[in-house]
């Protein structure tokens, strides 16, 4: 008989082992969840439009690098992506009219931890700027760049605006 309890009681044990072992799986799980970025999904940088005025400008993103978690995988992925230098990426003869006096506002998919903005001569020579995207500084075809910082990365946008 006393073998039996025996038995019975390295049951019971065990299975306390193996609940306890799935309860707390569960539990690191749900733990690495609630530290995830809300936008990690995302496979590439949000977008950048420009309000400036009453127009809505879109921006050319160039060079980059993202990661994100694939699911599919459960793995984390990186991704660089390279381009032509801003003065490069886009003709000045295609800039865009807008006032100098004309307040501009950044509209990012998903707003940044940081930015910073750089104008961009014919040269290919950048000075960066104070963050404040102030029109007024400025008259005729300018390239303007902003490179943004995420958690999950960084990410250049390039715009070329005919400031009057």
């Not at 940044?112 to 075809?141: C, I, K, R």
Request: proline letters at 5%.
């Amino acid at each position: 008989m006393g073998e039996k309890f025996k038995i019975i009681g390295a049951f019971i044990v065990a299975a306390m082992l193996l609940y306890g072992c799935g309860m707390a799986d569960k539990q690191a799980g749900d733990q690495a969840d609630q530290s995830e970025p809300v936008h990690s999904q995302s496979k590439t940088p949000p977008t950048l439009d420009l309000e400036i005025g009453d127009d809505t400008i879109r921006t050319f993103r160039g060079v980059y690098s993202w990661s994100y978690y694939d699911s599919e995988e459960e793995s984390m992925v990186g991704v660089e992506a390279s381009s032509d230098p801003p003065h490069e990426m886009i003709s000045m003869d295609n800039a865009r009219k807008v006032d100098r006096h004309a307040d501009v506002a950044l509209e990012f998919g998903e707003p940044p931890v940081s930015y910073q903005l750089f104008v961009w001569d014919e040269a290919g020579n950048s000075t960066a700027y104070p963050v404040a995207f102030d029109l007024s500084q400025h008259e005729g075809p300018t390239l303007f760049e902003v490179f943004a910082h995420w958690e999950q990365g960084q990410a250049s946008y390039v715009v070329a605006l005919d400031v009057e």
